[in-house]
Nanobody, 115 residues
Framework: QVQLGESGGGLVQPGGSLRLSCTAS????????MRWYRQAPGKEREVVAS???????IYADSVRGRFTISRENKENAVYLRMNSLKPEDTAVYYC?????????WGQGTQVTVSS
C-alpha cells in the first residue's frame, strides 16, 4: 500500500519561513519524480516545485528564489524549504510521487501566511 504523508505546515507571518516534509512508503522512492503542489481556496491546484529521480529541479516562477526542494532517498523523504513567505503562498500543500502511468498523493498540509 502506497502512503505519502506531509508535515510541517502551520501559521507564519509574512517574511517568515517553513520547512515542509513528505515521507513515502510502498514505492521505490528513488525512481520517482517528487513534486510539491498547492491549492488555494477557489483556485486550481498548481505545481510549485519538482525534483526528478536524478535530482533535477524545476520551480514555478512565483516561488523561484524563495523555495528550495530537496530529497533524501535514504529516508524516502522530500522537503520544501520556503523562505520569504507571502500571504499569496497561503494554500494546502500536497506531496506527489510520479512515474509514467503512476501518481500518488499525500493528504496535504495547510500553510497560512498572515500577520
Amino acid at each position: 500500500q502506497v502512503q505519502l504523508g506531509e508535515s510541517g505546515g502551520g501559521l507564519v507571518q509574512p517574511g517568515g519561513s517553513l520547512r515542509l516534509s513528505c515521507t513515502a512508503s510502498g514505492i521505490t522512492f528513488s525512481t520517482y519524480t517528487m513534486r510539491w503542489y498547492r491549492q488555494a481556496p477557489g483556485k486550481e491546484r498548481e505545481v510549485v516545485a519538482s525534483i526528478s529521480a536524478g535530482g533535477s529541479k524545476i520551480y514555478a516562477d512565483s516561488v523561484r528564489g524563495r523555495f528550495t526542494i530537496s530529497r533524501e532517498n535514504k529516508e524516502n523523504a522530500v522537503y520544501l524549504r520556503m523562505n520569504s513567505l507571502k500571504p499569496e503562498d497561503t494554500a494546502v500543500y500536497y506531496c506527489n510521487a510520479g512515474r509514467p502511468g503512476r501518481a500518488y498523493w499525500g493528504q496535504g498540509t495547510q500553510v497560512t501566511v498572515s500577520s
